[in-house]
């Protein structure tokens, strides 16, 4: 008998998958989170069923099955799955014994995005889902409807860090999202708050010139006179990034809080572990001024994926590393302050959990391979 080490939370909500994920994969999708292989797919009668993706018999994958209804057929033998795991049919069989099931685990949708939840099912409070209103108000918001996910080959973690210094954005960024170096000399994060779950903070950038992403989308008249541009952003367990931008003219009076003359922008960034290597990236950044101009979506679209990929360039180039050093210690800057006090959060979270119910990992005399 063999103990190993907790990796994940599990009584937490995870960013499982968009819904137009599962709607273009045939209503059936194959993914893993947490190291756990599961088939998603949708119910007829409304919904969305997450199920452990091995089917009990021969470890068929049941992603490959056919979807019945509320129900999913593994298409190795033909046993049939209801959406609470049990198989209700096995051909040529009558007698079906308790044992004759897979794991099903607690979803729910909201704002496109499909929730799981990995833990106990009786601790799954829907209340508890990070919701990011715009992603439910298209009067008001206009993001992109597909194409907003990116696969990482590096540990979530990495990305939270990432997101957790806007520092980088003027050396990661500095042709796309940032528009100059300026950005981590004259500006630093201000309100930093440590949540019992992650942090929030507030970064201004005053009197600089629009940068490329938003100049591309405001009149030719607007492009050279310099904003004030504020990001405020939290972070939340497991992986939730959420953010509000705003560009104001040069000067602009935030305490008179007239935002007539300012642009906005809200950006959500949901990163879920599929393993302890790699990640599931969603993300969205929506826009209310120009709703009614797709040019405008797809210009932000573009230039924030250009930039995203700024980041993972060199966010998987610093997964590798860290791969080939085990024995690497950080050597920390007072900008780590925020995400220093995540990993803390996350760290508590884990020995919790393990706290309540240990890991325990046990030789299988039974295994087939
Ligand atoms: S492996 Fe699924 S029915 Fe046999
Ligand atoms: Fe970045």
């Known amino acids: 008998m063999t103990e190993t080490k907790r990796l994940f939370v599990e009584n937490i909500w995870y960013a499982a998958a968009w819904e137009y994920e599962v709607q273009a994969a045939d209503n059936k999708l194959a993914r893993t989170i947490c190291e756990v292989p599961l088939v998603f797919f949708a119910r007829e009668s409304g919904g969305y069923v997450a199920l452990d993706n091995r089917c009990c018999h021969r470890a068929a994958p049941l992603h490959t099955g056919r ?39 607690p979803v729910v949708s909201k704002g496109g995005m499909i929730w799981i939840w990995m833990g106990d099912p009786t601790l799954a409070d829907e209340q508890a889902i990070y919701d990011f209103p715009p992603l439910s108000d298209p009067d008001n918001w206009r993001g992109f409807p597909q194409e907003s996910y990116l696969h990482y080959a590096a540990n979530w973690l990495l990305i939270v860090d990432n997101l957790a210094d806007f520092s980088h954005v003027a050396f990661v960024h500095t042709n796309t999202l940032g528009g100059s170096e300026a950005y981590a000399y004259s500006t630093v994060a201000e ?14 950038h005053r009197g600089s010139p629009p940068p490329p992403y938003h100049k591309a989308v405001i009149p030719p008249a607007e492009r050279d006179k310099p904003v004030d541009r504020c990001n405020t952003i939290s972070m939340h367990l497991p992986g939730i990034f959420l953010m509000e931008t705003l560009f104001a003219p040069a000067g602009w009076d935030a305490a008179a809080n007239d935002r007539s003359v300012c642009r906005e922008y809200r950006n959500c960034q949901f990163m879920t572990p599929e393993t302890r290597h790699t990640t599931h990236f969603f993300w969205n950044y929506l826009h209310n001024t120009d709703r009614d101009k797709p040019e405008v979506t797809a210009s932000l679209q573009n230039s924030l994926l250009e930039g995203f990929m700024e980041d993972k360039v060199i966010i998987e180039a610093q997964q590798k590393l860290l791969e080939q050093s085990p024995d690497f210690v950080p050597v920390g800057i007072k900008a780590d302050e925020a995400f220093v006090h995540f990993r803390r959060v996350w760290a508590k979270r884990l020995q919790a959990e393990d706290a309540a119910q240990p890991l325990v990992f046990k030789d299988n005399p039974r295994r087939i391979l």
Do not use: A, T
């Open 67 to 105: 979807v019945e209804g509320d129900c999913i057929r593994c298409m190795y033998h033909g046993m049939l799955y209801n959406p609470q795991g049990e198989v209700i049919e096995i051909p040529g069989q009558d007698r079906i014994s308790k044992s004759h099931r897979v794991r099903s685990y």
């Open 191 to 204: 309100n930093i708050e440590k949540l019992d779950d992650g942090f929030s903070m507030v970064r201004w």
